[in-house]
């Protein structure tokens, strides 16, 4: 299927020379001189690479055929992430290095979407939220509010995020896994 540049978008995938790319950034550009352009940053969906890339007004490029299943992560060993297919049991290993920062945000059984392009996993998309429990910060103190100023918390699955004054050791939060930023603190 071919996608022209009046469809680009965040988040669009798209195939250059044979390989799967993610669109993370465009701009139209109207130069007073010349024809119509558009600037974007793409993403090597498997090995994680940027790429500038410029496109003429109008030009048709390739959408990549990706393919996305509902899986559970498992369990890390070492440089591995296991995951589970969760219709069919079957169960695959990425590595680190394909997972990027994701694994900073990924607590144990939560549900992903795992990208395949041609049979091969690309890399996952988190849940658009995640709930960890803080690890490590400094005490809150009683009055501070969520206007307050925030402090960094450190997250079991090891991420450092700034949380509201009041977050305390042993609290379970709500991120957003876009932004990266504290929603809510959540009561069990």
């Given at each position: 299927?071919?996608?022209?540049?009046?469809?680009?978008?965040?988040g669009?995938?798209?195939e250059?020379?044979?390989?799967?790319?993610?669109?993370?950034?465009?701009?139209?550009?109207?130069?007073?001189?010349?024809?119509?352009?558009?600037?974007t940053?793409?993403?090597?969906?498997?090995?994680?690479?940027v790429?500038?890339?410029?496109?003429?007004?109008?030009?048709?490029?390739?959408?990549?055929?990706?393919?996305?299943?509902?899986?559970?992560?498992?369990?890390?060993?070492g440089?591995?992430?296991?995951?589970?297919?969760?219709?069919?049991?079957?169960?695959t290993?990425?590595?680190?290095?394909?997972?990027?920062?994701?694994?900073e945000?990924?607590?144990?059984n939560v549900?992903?979407?795992?990208?395949?392009?041609?049979?091969?996993?690309m890399?996952?998309?988190?849940?658009?939220?995640?709930?960890?429990?803080?690890?490590?910060?400094?005490?809150g103190l009683?009055?501070?509010t969520?206007?307050?100023?925030?402090?960094?918390?450190?997250?079991?699955?090891?991420?450092?995020?700034?949380?509201?004054?009041?977050?305390?050791?042993?609290d379970?939060?709500?991120?957003?896994t876009?932004?990266?930023?504290?929603?809510?603190?959540?009561?069990?």
């Open positions: 299927m071919q996608v022209s540049t009046s469809d680009f978008r965040n669009l995938k798209i250059l020379d044979g390989d799967p790319y993610l669109m993370i950034e465009f701009q139209h550009v109207k130069p007073g001189k010349g024809g119509a352009f558009v600037r940053k793409l993403k090597h969906m498997s090995t994680g690479r790429l500038d890339r410029t496109f003429r007004a109008g030009e048709k490029v390739t959408a990549a055929q990706v393919e996305q299943k509902q899986m559970q992560f498992l369990y890390r060993d440089d591995y992430y296991y995951f589970m297919d969760t219709g069919t049991y079957e169960q290993h990425l590595q680190r290095a394909q997972l990027g920062d994701a694994t945000l990924m607590p144990e549900i992903i979407t795992m990208l395949f392009n041609k049979g091969k996993s890399g996952i998309e988190l849940p658009n939220f995640v709930e960890l429990k803080v690890v490590e910060t400094d005490p009683r009055g501070d969520s206007s307050g100023g925030s402090k960094p918390a450190s997250m079991e699955s090891g991420a450092v995020i700034q949380v509201p004054l009041f977050i305390n050791i042993g379970t939060i709500r991120i957003d876009r932004s990266r930023e504290y929603i809510e603190r959540v009561y069990s």
